[in-house]
């Protein structure tokens, strides 16, 4: 797994109950809730463009 080289914020509104929950779900799992959204959100790209999508996107900016 390849190591971000910058961050970005990213905000968004939760249930109050359903972020409890989650915490303790990361918590669980020897995670914080931001690696588990990383995570998350690294699996969705890679899904719908490929593994490969930094390679093509760095190749559609050239």
Known sequence: MTKENRTARLTLLIDPDKKAVFEEL???DDV?????????IR???EQKL???WREQR???LD
């Open 26 to 28: 990361c918590k669980q």
């Open 32 to 40: 914080t809730p931001s690696q588990k959204v990383r995570q998350f």
């Open 43 to 45: 699996d969705y790209v």
């Open 50 to 52: 490929g593994e490969d």
């Open 58 to 60: 760095n190749k559609n």
